[in-house]
């Protein structure tokens, strides 16, 4: 029953890919907001990987309008040879913060994102390292030209890269661990990733590169080891 749900699920996302710019490149869990529901706001912690080489990887949390994810608030960061943080409103350009919370392997990041009330013109990031109590508090204009925001995905994500359409490639990041997770609905009940639905980084050519698991209120990313065909 929960393994169809799940196929279903992401069934459903690998659809919409395309459209949305969501690829097939990321691993974790999408919460969806149950029927007369929506999110007001999205939580989870994580500690950087240490993380060497020329692959670009993300760490991310995020609310998504709907399960084709066509307009994302999000907080996280990205490691492209150096690490730095940021913040997003997707589709709008991202926003480094990286002069306000600096990032380093070993790290633990908090990111809480949350969405504006009805009719609002702006959501909030709150990215804080815990481990030295630094915590930026961004504030995201709604991104032109977006009619009407439903908040119905909550998004715990590890995201890979591929270089100009080529095969996804993945630094080694070893098994990365969203704690303290949950997702609050409007009428303030909090939910957590257990039931969410997975993801998992995937080559053009079918190669899995993670085993993404879920508890009440954590997601794992391990990484996979997988033989390249193709090199
Ligand atoms: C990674 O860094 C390179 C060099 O600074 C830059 O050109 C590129 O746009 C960056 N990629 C991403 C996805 O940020
Ligand atoms: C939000 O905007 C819609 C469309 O303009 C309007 O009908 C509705 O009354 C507004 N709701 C609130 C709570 O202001
Ligand atoms: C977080 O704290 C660590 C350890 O104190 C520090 O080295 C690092 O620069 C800080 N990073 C952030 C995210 O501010
Ligand atoms: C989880 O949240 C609780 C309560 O906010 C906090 O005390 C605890 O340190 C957090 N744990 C982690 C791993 O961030």
Redesign the pocket.
């Given at each position: 029953m929960r393994l169809s749900q799940l196929a279903a699920a992401v069934a459903c996302l690998s659809s919409s890919t395309v459209l949305a710019g969501f690829d097939q490149n990321r691993a974790g869990a999408v919460l969806k907001a149950p029927s007369n529901s929506s999110f007001v706001s999205v939580t989870g912690t994580f500690t950087?990987p240490s993380l060497t080489g020329s692959s670009l990887l993300s760490i991310w949390v995020a609310i998504g309008d709907t399960l084709s994810q066509d307009t994302v608030l999000k907080g996280g960061i990205t490691y492209n040879q150096t690490l730095s943080?940021f913040v997003a409103w997707y589709p709008s350009a991202t926003t480094d913060i990286t002069k306000?919370?600096?990032?380093?392997a070993?790290?633990?990041?908090t990111v809480t994102v949350s969405v504006p009330s009805v009719n609002g013109t702006s959501g909030t990031v709150i990215?804080?390292?815990?481990?030295?109590?630094?915590k930026s508090i961004q504030t995201i204009p709604v991104p032109s030209n977006v009619d009407s925001l439903s908040f119905l995905a909550a998004d715990w994500f590890v995201q890979a890269y591929q270089l100009a359409g080529e095969l996804v490639q993945v630094p080694e990041f070893g098994t990365l661990s969203f704690t303290n997770c949950s997702a609050t609905l409007a009428d303030g009940t909090t939910l957590g990733p257990e039931k969410a639905g997975i993801f998992e980084i995937q080559g053009t050519s079918g190669q899995i590169f993670s085993t993404t698991t879920t508890t009440a209120s954590s997601i794992s990313v391990q990484q996979q080891s997988v033989t390249n065909p193709f090199r």
């Open positions: 950087v943080s306000d919370v600096a990032v380093e070993g790290d633990s990041i990215l804080e390292n815990t481990t030295q109590n630094k």
